[in-house]
């Protein structure tokens, strides 16, 4: 149901944009943005983007990442420019919104797409 795409291997320094779609019909999105998980560290919070177009960023992050979304597409992108070793991760998509005819509303999570900063 959440397709990304963007991932790879690149030097410190250097750029990756990553993106994601839901793949299936969706009433409302309230959050879309991206989650990390390094090996042997927990999952941690990159960026979220709400309903109102706000952003959150995690501080390690701030000033080389850029959130966006096309809410049409129901896609969210993330640019990472500057990046460094330590942002060597699985990315993972995320996206809470809620389904027609359904009162709750429901997380969606990617498989996640692998990211490898060389130094």
């Known amino acids: 149901q959440v397709v990304e795409s963007g991932g790879g291997l690149v030097q410190s320094g250097g750029s990756l944009r990553l993106s994601c779609t839901l793949n299936?019909?969706?009433?409302?999105?309230?959050?879309m943005g991206w989650y990390r998980q390094a090996p042997g560290n927990e999952r941690e919070l990159v960026a979220l983007i709400n309903d109102s177009e706000r952003t959150n960023y995690a501080d390690t992050v701030k000033g080389r990442f850029t959130l966006s979304r096309d809410i049409a597409k129901t896609t969210v992108y993330l640019q990472m420019n500057s990046l460094k070793p330590e942002d060597t991760a699985i990315y993972y998509c995320?996206?809470?919104?809620?389904?027609?005819?359904?009162?709750?509303?429901?997380?969606?999570w990617g498989q996640g797409t692998q990211v490898t900063v060389s130094s």
């Open positions: 299936r019909r969706i009433g409302s999105i309230y959050l």
């Open positions: 995320y996206i809470n919104g809620k389904r027609h005819g359904f009162a709750a509303r429901q997380d969606f």
